[in-house]
């Protein structure tokens, strides 16, 4: 069965990305495997993106028999998997501003109003800083200067 659209400028050979919510709904209502694979990967490239946010909010009030579930599965498993490679990425910066600094892991953790254990945690990725403790970690990791051993 071939995939048509009414009353749209779009068409079903066309770029998902370029496509309205209203051939989005089309698509999952009365479209094949082949245009729900279009529409997962362009979700894996955007997961956050407009064609993930019209899937979103196709399947909102429209839920196509057997498509509906694997296209909620692609939307959740796309943006864990890229929120997992974010904190991954914050974790490797932070590593990085700590070897920047020159500081010892408990100097650095010191100098930013944390533990070591704490800053464990964020170099692993068990946790993720916010915003204003990276923006002072980079500041440490920029102005600090390992501090002079004790004259005795």
Not at 4 to 9: G, Q, V
Not at 88 to 110: K, M, P, T, Y
Request: with cysteine; proline share 6%.
């Amino acid at each position: 069965m071939t995939l048509a659209f009414r009353n749209l400028k779009a068409r079903p050979d066309d770029p998902v990305e370029r496509w309205p919510l209203e051939a989005i709904q089309t698509a999952l209502e009365r479209g094949s495997l082949e245009h729900w694979r279009r529409l997962a990967a362009a979700i894996a490239a955007e997961p956050w993106g407009p064609v993930a946010r019209r899937v979103e909010e196709v399947l909102r009030y429209s839920r196509p028999y057997g498509v509906s579930e694997a296209m909620e599965r692609a939307l959740t498993g796309t943006r864990e998997r890229a929120e997992a490679a974010e904190r991954h990425e914050v974790a490797a910066a932070v590593a990085e501003l700590v070897r920047e600094s020159g500081l010892s892991r408990s100097e650095f953790a010191s100098c930013i109003g944390t533990s070591a254990s704490r800053l464990s945690t964020y170099e692993t990725g068990r946790v993720t800083p916010s915003a204003a403790l990276l923006v002072r970690m980079q500041r440490v990791a920029e102005g600090a200067q390992v501090p002079p051993e004790n004259e005795t």
